[in-house]
């Protein structure tokens, strides 16, 4: 069940499935389950589980506190008081801070800003990483009864103690509640430049994109995060990245909702091109088959992926799908007979060449050219946006509503957040699924009218750097499918469109 756990948090974007396994674990006395659970717990703010794991192993002020933390002020009350019972007079700081928490359990009046004062003033003679879990208290105090000391406790604790991972899910979940982009970007910016190493850098990228996404905070930045954690791998040839395939994992859930997957092809060509791992190399592979087959359906542009599969794993059930579609079998090879007698200094007939070099007693139908893996760097490529060889019969998502508007421009997927203002006040966040320098597809379950005019906030991308600027835009809904709304931009400023424009080329 350990190992399991340990597998699933590799490959699974949300991690909840890891955290229950880990638990299970642990309740099953595996000695390491434990702390994993809890670093886990700790991540996903499974406020509950870190209750549960701090009792067991008898931290009643964690206990307490991860209760009052998923707002369960009753249940914080008992692990508070038996605390405050076994802690001494020399732990005078410790009391002081779970007498304030218990008095925030009761609802108790005591003078907040004092116990703030006094907690600060602690975490500066503290100084180092020892003063972190006193910002955090103060933190925790502010945010549960003086909320607008929160800004400076934040920013305080933050340069004190940047590397503190328990202070910085604090710091972290304070500005997700903001969920101001700027101050969002510029923190996790100086999260990645002041790493130790580029792998962890890319790691504390993939980890922060992956937070806004599930949280539904800036989840286009966190798509471009995620997506450029795996280009700096790729490019510099890191080591093993932890959560690696979860990361595709996160890509691939969100392209399949807004059908891109093609999209994401240049980026598994790069990847299959860097030293993966074997295991990871054959998962790549077979997604480039899923992808290319299933949702592109290019057939001839899947061949490459369908050959280098049954590379890796000899009839591979997704390869052998495939192969039967297209009407390619793997059948098993007759032994030949053996060559009559040679005469003295006669030469020996020159050998045929295998399909497979290792493949003697399998027979494939695909090209030779397609098959070896030394081979596959050069064939994997993404599938033409176009092509009309060898492709399945498939129909468009029907449009069920269209105007006719200005020439629209060739459209890019690029993930980019915008806040859409609808004609009577209200507003809603979303996703683009692309755009281009006249207009951009809206990805919604919204009723939005054809005709209407909406007024947009985009959230575009800097090209070449780790930020991005916000523009205001008009937009006609021209048309609706399945997946949205196309939208067409009325008057588009030259600076909006000289940063689309850089955005998408």
């Known amino acids: ?201 890319v790691e504390r990228m993939r980890t922060a994109g992956s937070v806004l996404v599930e949280r539904g905070v800036q989840p286009g930045l966190g798509l471009r995060l995620v997506r450029l954690a795996l280009e700096t791998t790729y490019t510099a040839l890191l080591p093993d990245i932890s959560s690696h395939v979860a990361a595709w994992e996160l890509l691939v859930s969100h392209a399949r909702a807004q059908h891109s997957t093609h999209e994401l092809m240049p980026l598994l060509v790069q990847a299959l091109a860097a030293p993966l791992p074997e295991h990871e190399a054959l998962y790549l592979t077979g997604l480039g088959l899923t992808i290319a087959w299933r949702d592109a359906n290019d057939l001839l542009a899947a061949q490459p992926y369908a050959a280098t599969l049954l590379d890796f794993v000899p009839d591979h059930p997704l390869a052998v799908a495939f192969l039967n579609e297209i009407g390619m079998t793997t059948e098993p090879v007759e032994p030949a007979a053996p060559p009559p007698p040679r005469a003295t200094g006669e030469s020996p007939p020159p050998a045929k060449p295998s399909v497979y070099a290792d493949d003697a007693p399998v027979k494939r139908s695909l090209p030779a050219n397609v098959v070896t893996r030394t081979s596959r760097l050069a064939l994997l490529k993404p599938p033409p946006p176009r092509s009309t060889t060898l492709r399945r019969d498939s129909s468009p998502i029907p449009m069920r509503h269209e105007v006719t508007g200005p020439p629209r421009a060739p459209r890019t997927v690029v993930p980019m957040d915008v806040m859409v203002e609808l004609p009577n006040g209200s507003f809603f966040s979303t996703v683009l699924r692309d755009v281009s320098i006249t207009g951009a597809f809206l990805t919604t379950k919204r009723k939005l009218d054809i005709g209407v005019v909406v007024a947009l906030t985009l959230h575009v991308p800097v090209a070449g750097t780790l930020t991005q600027e916000r523009h205001l835009v008009q937009a006609t809904v021209v048309r609706q499918t399945e997946l949205g709304f196309g939208l067409a931009f009325v008057d588009p400023d030259a600076k909006l469109v000289g940063a689309l424009r850089a955005a998408t080329s």
């Open 1 to 201: 069940m350990f190992d399991l756990a340990q597998a699933s948090e590799q490959c699974d974007p949300d991690r909840g499935r890891a955290l229950a396994l880990y638990v299970d674990a642990w309740r099953a006395q595996h000695p390491e389950a434990g702390g994993h659970a809890e670093r886990l717990a700790e991540a996903l703010r499974a406020h509950m589980t870190r209750a549960e794991l701090a009792a067991a192993r008898g931290d009643l002020v964690t206990a307490g506190t991860a209760y009052l933390d998923a707002g369960m002020r009753d249940l914080a009350v008992g692990p508070l008081r038996k605390a405050l019972d076994a802690l001494g007079p020399a732990t005078s700081a410790q009391r002081a801070e779970a007498t304030a928490l218990l008095a925030l359990a009761e609802q108790a009046p005591f003078d907040i800003e004092a116990a703030i004062g006094a907690t600060l003033a602690t975490a500066l003679v503290t100084r180092g990483a020892a003063a972190a879990p006193h910002y955090a208290h103060a933190i925790r105090l502010a945010r549960l009864g003086a909320p607008a000391k929160l800004p400076l406790l934040v920013a305080t604790a933050a340069r004190a103690c940047p590397d503190d991972p328990k202070l910085e899910i604090l710091v972290e979940d304070y500005l997700l509640e903001r969920n101001d982009a700027a101050d969002l970007l510029d923190h996790y910016r100086q999260r990645f430049e002041g790493a130790a190493t580029r792998v962890e850098a």
